[in-house]
């Protein structure tokens, strides 16, 4: 019996090959549905047949494997969504979740169908900011939830899931499946730019989440603060060693203004975050003020970008957002 598998790659490449079964003389060969391949079948069918102990040559054909993502790690895939952006830190309370929900009411403000998911399952705030709390989801069908919707924006949580006092326990593995099939079993409709609410930190659920979303990149939220810019470094870090693209570091609380003078101080430090960018590599993006109207207003489910629309904190958060639609483009 002559060897098939030499005489089958004579006329078709390894990865063309799916699969030779030799039974007692019966050949069957599995190839790639090419028009190429299905012309050479022929030539090959009469030689098989041509040899000795080959009583029967079959070819079949079949669809080619999807090819692996480079990583290794299949993303979420979700088609209706063009740019994904990641609010992220190294450190909790520097004021992600409202510089997330203020951006994406600014995305919208610049005509972006917009959208927000929280994925922090250590302290999901987006329901109280976007008075959506104690409100649970709607499922038409029992299967998809329809998202929030306020001021514009859609908005979906991990903390519509559980109730406010009970505290996520949920490990590694189980939090980020949690997220992911919350995230695609909401009917988002078609969407220009997504904000995702990142848990704070670099932790093992932060580096799993940040490898499966298919980012376009994430913005790092920091006070001036050196602690605070210590883990920003961090997460930069983080994100690099993934390969998700940084889209820069936003300085928030980075001035009070005085309501008597209205002198700026910089009770933090004055540069903190731009001179961290500009050590980094990374851009700028620029920074908002401590101000008692943004955190009074994000309290009260209406970000200060819907409250005050004409207020100089909305004109920040817009430059912000414009520069990041700029960075994405
Ligand atoms: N620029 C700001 N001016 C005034 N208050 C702010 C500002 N940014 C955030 N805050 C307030 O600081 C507190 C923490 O903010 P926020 O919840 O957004 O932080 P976070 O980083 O998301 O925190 P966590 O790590 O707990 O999720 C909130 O009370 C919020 O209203
Ligand atoms: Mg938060």
């Given at each position: 019996m002559p060897n098939i598998e030499q005489i089958v790659q004579k006329y078709f490449s390894l990865e063309h090959i799916e699969n030779i079964q030799n039974l007692d003389g019966r050949i069957i060969i599995t190839l790639i549905d090419t028009p190429e391949n299905m012309e050479k079948a022929e030539d090959l069918k009469k030689e098989l047949l041509n040899a000795d102990g080959v009583s029967k040559a079959t070819v079949i054909f079949t669809r080619k494997k999807a090819a692996p993502v480079s990583s290794g790690i299949e993303k979420w895939k979700m088609q209706n969504i063009k740019h994904i952006i990641g609010v992220a830190s190294g450190k909790g309370g520097v004021g992600k979740s409202t510089t997330a929900v203020n951006l994406a009411l600014a995305f919208a403000n610049l005509g972006q169908k917009t959208a927000i998911f929280d994925a922090?399952?250590?302290?999901?705030?987006i329901p109280t900011m976007l008075s959506f709390e104690n409100t649970p989801p709607v499922s038409y069908n029992g299967t998809i939830f329809e998202p929030f919707e306020n001021f514009g924006v859609k908005a979906m949580s991990i903390g519509s899931l559980v109730d406010r006092d009970t505290p996520l326990i949920w490990r590694g593995a189980k939090a980020c499946g949690a997220i992911e099939q919350l995230f695609k079993e909401t009917n988002w409709g078609d969407i220009d730019v997504m904000v995702i609410d990142m848990p704070p930190g670099t932790g093992d659920i932060q580096i799993t989440l940040s490898q499966r979303i298919d980012f376009d990149g994430v913005v790092i939220v920091s006070t001036p603060q050196d602690i605070a810019l210590i883990d920003a470094v961090k997460g930069v870090n983080m994100f690099e060693k993934i390969d998700v693209k940084i889209l820069g570091l936003l300085q928030n609380m980075a001035y009070y203004v005085c309501p008597d003078c209205g002198k700026k101080a910089y009770i933090f430090g004055e540069n903190g975050a731009k001179e961290t960018a500009e050590r980094l590599g990374e851009q700028f993006l620029g920074e908002i003020p401590l101000d008692i109207a943004i955190r009074q207003n994000a309290d009260a489910g209406t970000p200060v970008v819907a409250a005050l629309p004409d207020s100089p904190n909305t004109k920040a958060y817009e430059e912000i957002a414009q520069k990041i639609l700029k960075a994405l483009s």
């Open positions: 922090d399952i250590y302290g999901p705030s």
